[in-house]
């Protein structure tokens, strides 16, 4: 959690609205209507998805390199 804080501290750029958003949000200084939160999980989910599809990607490309160096 600190890494995070220093690398968010360290950026040059402001934050976004939506990430201000965002921090209000995890603050609880801002409530979210459920039908909001109910899109944001889905585009969530859908982003979490993703990223775990391209580490499975990842691991089978080490995979195969690995097989392939191997029988050399």
């Known amino acids: 959690m600190y890494c995070l804080h ?5 950026q040059d750029e402001q934050p976004t609205q939506e990430e201000k958003e965002e921090k209000n949000i995890a603050a ?3 409530t979210v209507d459920p039908a909001h939160a109910a899109e944001y999980l ?3 989910e859908k982003a979490s998805t993703s990223i ?3 580490f499975n990607q990842q691991h089978q ?7 392939h160096w191997s029988l050399l």
């Open 28 to 30: 609880s200084k801002k």
């Open 52 to 54: 775990v599809n391209l």
């Open 6 to 10: 220093l690398i968010l501290k360290g």
């Open 61 to 67: 490309h080490a995979a195969v390199c690995f097989l």
């Open 42 to 44: 889905v585009e969530l």
